[in-house]
């Protein structure tokens, strides 16, 4: 498997500009990307990316009841909805996904989204992006797209994770996102599942170990250059 340096964190919010203004006022951080979620918006969620820690914060306000974001919203609040992806080969890893007993909570196709922002001849691949309801097993949901250009436009649609493009884009605040806190009910079976689905894309960081007041166990995994803390 071929992976992206992490693309997004994606949050349900219940309101889009109170967490647009907490990224500003808390860490300093402002919109990026601001062309991409406009064409993302839809009629069920107003999307924003704000900038963090050289990664790109999805703040998604539900628009719709009874869809995923606006249950995740209802059920606890402001929060992580998904980690996302970009993937090489999309078959291949949703094939990876259903033998790991993992269905889609969302298929959503992506092709019109991508005419409006890149020339049609630069345009490839597949086109059908999935969120995989992972929650219980990865401690998130897990969203995935194929790389859908043959060349990399410049300046970028997306800002790569941890890249260079964060200086020149003048959004580069000096925050780093050094690892993400997931808390999960058995390390065994979520490093299982994720070498499943990631192979070698992912690896052990650091083994599991006791924390020092023996409370719990924890271990350290590298998944598209940001370190998960189960």
């Not at 647009?20 to 107003?46: C, I, K, W, Y």
């Not at 889609?104 to 019109?112: H, Q």
């Not at 490839?124 to 060349?151: C, K, M």
Request: glycine content about 8%; some cysteine; hydrophobic content about 45%.
């Amino acid at each position: 498997v071929k992976l992206s340096p992490l693309a997004q964190v994606e949050y349900a919010v219940k309101d889009l500009d109170y967490s647009m203004q907490f990224f500003a006022e808390v860490f300093g951080e402002h919109e990026v990307e601001a062309t991409f979620s406009r064409v993302l918006t839809n009629p069920a969620l107003d999307i924003r990316h704000a900038g963090f820690g050289k990664t790109v914060q999805q703040l998604c306000q539900p628009l719709m009841e009874g869809l995923p974001h606006s249950t995740a919203a209802q059920e606890f609040g402001n929060c992580v909805h998904n980690l996302c992806f970009l993937v090489e080969n999309i078959d291949a890893i949703v094939a990876n996904c259903h033998e790991a007993g993992l269905e889609a909570l969302i298929e959503f196709p992506m092709g019109d989204n991508w005419l409006q922002l890149l020339a049609e001849d630069n345009i490839q691949g597949n086109h059908q992006s999935y969120i995989f309801d992972t929650r219980a097993v990865f401690g998130f949901q897990l969203e995935l797209a194929e790389t859908p250009w043959r060349e990399e436009p410049e300046p970028p649609i997306m800002l790569p994770a941890y890249g260079p493009q964060w200086a020149a884009e003048g959004a580069d605040s000096g925050n780093t996102l050094r690892g993400i806190n997931v808390v999960i009910d058995s390390l065994e079976r979520t490093l299982h599942a994720l070498q499943s689905v990631f192979g070698g894309a992912v690896s052990l960081w650091r083994p599991a170990a006791p924390y020092g007041d023996d409370s719990g166990h924890f271990m350290v995994v590298e998944l598209g250059q940001v370190r998960l803390v189960y």
